[in-house]
């Protein structure tokens, strides 16, 4: 079964003056899945989360809600609410003020604002706290508060502007897998904008990931991480060696090609590579690649001398000179009990598996 698009965003630009903050954005967002923008500082994030809100208006193009052209709709007649970065809670209200705030228009009966505000924050795990002080709270409470506020208001989509940024980096991960529970449990749709990767493959279905206005690719997690469509994905997300290689044959399925450091290596064919190329980029992930010492060179295996070996306790990260290619390798390991790491110096063959090799643009 298809789930149906809550969200539909058509050819939509926003320029302001020379800059291009969004340019020619095409993207569809399904019912009920968890969706991050992801990209550098200054790609256009934050403006595609204001358009979709109805804060901003796109230059050109249209944002469709439910179906429904959002051109002219304002912020509050639109099914969004958001939560931002500094949760924009009111000091001088208690908690079950905070978090009723937006209902005051409703003139809802008392007995059921007292329960809708008792189970926004029963969600957000804040249960009794309705009279406590928003002076008195943590940053990890202000921003269930935040969250709660805009809950109870029932909006098909939550909007996220980097809703976990200002919590320090215990918290936040906590803070990831319990908005990653909530959304599951609420079942409406979350757009969260950020600009750490981790951040995004933790929690989201599906990512966005852009780069000066425009998207360079939408996929899950880990087809984001497996099959990255571009240099710039696949170096945003993880690490990543790029190998230059020389197109030496290329049928529809494979090409074959001869890599700076690893030889020849045939690898299957992308879309994203032009049937005339001469010359392409090949990734391969760091923890892709096997290290042993000693010289044994053959089929997908290479000899090279470690320059550097950086010890982070779960892993070891080496790089590694290898003849015909002036970058060193990189190569992480995940250490067991027994492994004990290896001195820059030491002569080690790397081995690879061909499918690991990825063609990029
Ligand atoms: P960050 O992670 O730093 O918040 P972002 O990806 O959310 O970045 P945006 O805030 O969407 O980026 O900004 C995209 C571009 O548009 C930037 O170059 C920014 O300077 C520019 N921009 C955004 N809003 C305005 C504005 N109101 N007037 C002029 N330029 C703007």
């Known amino acids: 079964m298809t789930v149906p698009n809550i969200i539909e965003i058509n050819g939509v630009s926003r320029h302001f003056g020379p ?33 979709i809100a109805g804060f901003d208006d796109p230059t050109a193009g249209e944002v469709l809600i439910a179906g429904e052209a959002m051109t002219g709709v304002p912020a509050n007649l639109r099914p969004t609410n958001m939560v931002f970065q500094n949760y924009a809670i009111f000091p001088h209200l208690n908690v079950g003020r905070n978090v009723a705030y937006g209902l005051r228009k409703l003139r809802l009966a008392p007995d059921e604002l007292k329960s809708r505000v008792s189970s926004a924050l029963e969600m957000v795990d804040l249960t009794g706290l309705e009279d406590r002080g928003a002076e008195e709270l943590s940053g990890g409470q202000r921003q269930r508060v935040a969250l709660a506020r805009a809950l109870i208001m029932r909006p098909k989509v939550l909007l996220l502007d980097e809703p976990l940024s200002a919590l320090d980096k215990k918290l936040r991960e906590q803070m990831q897998i319990e908005l990653r529970r909530l959304q599951r449990s609420v079942g409406i749709t979350f757009i969260l ?9 933790t929690m989201s279905d599906r990512i966005a990931v852009m780069f000066e206005g425009k998207v360079d690719q939408i996929a899950s997690p880990n087809e984001l991480y497996e099959r990255p469509a571009s240099r710039a994905v696949a170096g945003f997300i993880g690490g990543m060696n790029f190998i230059d290689a020389a197109v030496k044959k290329k049928t529809a399925n494979q090409i074959t090609a001869e890599a700076a450091g690893l030889g020849t290596v045939v690898v299957a064919s992308e879309d994203n590579v032009s049937d005339d190329a001469s010359e392409i980029v090949l990734g391969i992930r760091p923890e892709r690649l096997s290290i042993s010492t000693g010289k044994k060179a053959g089929k997908n295996r290479v000899v090279g001398t470690i320059s550097d070996a950086a010890f982070f306790g779960e892993v070891t990260h080496y790089y590694v000179d290898l003849p015909g290619r002036q970058e060193p390798l990189a190569v992480s ?8 790491t290896l001195p820059a110096g030491a002569k080690v063959t790397i081995g690879f598996d061909p499918k690991s090799l990825v063609p990029l643009d």
């Open 19 to 51: 800059v291009r903050a969004l340019d020619g954005v095409d993207m569809q967002i399904r019912e009920g899945e968890f969706f991050s923008l992801l990209g550098p500082s200054g790609c256009g994030k934050t403006t595609l989360l204001r358009l």
């Open 193 to 201: 904008v950020t600009h750490d990767q981790h951040e995004a493959l």
């Open 333 to 340: 390991v995940s250490n067991s009990a027994e492994h004990e």
